[in-house]
């Protein structure tokens, strides 16, 4: 903490280090981001802003009907029962967007961006197996 109030300066002894280390966090954590933003909006029914400023991610998961009747049938929030799917299917904890007072009929998941940077393309990989088969399983094939 005491780094972060009061960093070293030009000229102290750990400068230098100081500022290649902050500056190699912070790409890393760009390219963190860019990774889960660029594997989010791949994904099926999903659409995520980048993530800037913050630790965390927040896609707009675009839910099937079936899908919300079956959530509702179960007693759940429709991105409730998606983020318990995405739990139980790869182990990928997420926070349910009705939990931060969302807009009705829209689903959101909060997710970070601080998993190692080389575990990122593992984990949105699992994250997109996982929404192609939950879209799929729900998706109302009447419609087609």
């Given at each position: 903490?005491?780094?972060?109030?009061?960093?070293?300066?030009?000229?102290d002894?750990?400068y230098?280090?100081?500022?290649?280390?902050?500056?190699?966090?912070?790409?890393?954590?760009?390219?963190?981001?860019?990774?889960?933003?660029?594997?989010?909006?791949?994904?099926?029914?999903?659409?995520?802003?980048f993530?800037e400023?913050?630790?965390y991610?927040f896609?707009?998961?675009?839910?099937?009907q079936?899908?919300?009747?079956?959530?509702?049938?179960?007693?759940?929030?429709?991105?409730?029962?998606?983020?318990?799917?995405?739990?139980?299917?790869?182990?990928?904890?997420?926070?349910?967007?009705?939990?931060?007072?969302?807009?009705?009929?829209?689903f959101?998941?909060?997710?970070?961006?601080?998993?190692?940077?080389?575990?990122?393309?593992?984990?949105?990989?699992?994250?997109?197996?996982?929404?192609d088969?939950?879209?799929?399983?729900?998706?109302?094939?009447?419609?087609?």
């Open positions: 903490m005491g780094l972060m109030v009061n960093p070293p300066k030009p000229g002894i750990s230098l280090k100081y500022s290649a280390e902050s500056k190699s966090i912070l790409e890393s954590l760009r390219r963190r981001a860019q990774i889960m933003t660029d594997g989010f909006n791949s994904c099926r029914n999903v659409v995520c802003n993530t400023g913050a630790m991610s896609p707009q998961i675009r839910l099937p079936r899908a919300m009747d079956v959530a509702k049938s179960a007693g759940k929030a429709p991105d409730v029962y998606y983020c318990l799917k995405l739990l139980e299917a790869t182990g990928i904890s997420t926070v349910p967007g009705s939990g931060f007072g969302q807009k009705e009929g829209v959101h998941l909060r997710t970070t961006i601080l998993p190692a940077e080389e575990d990122m393309p593992a984990i949105m990989s699992s994250f997109k197996k996982f929404n088969s939950f879209m799929e399983q729900y998706q109302d094939h009447s419609r087609l």
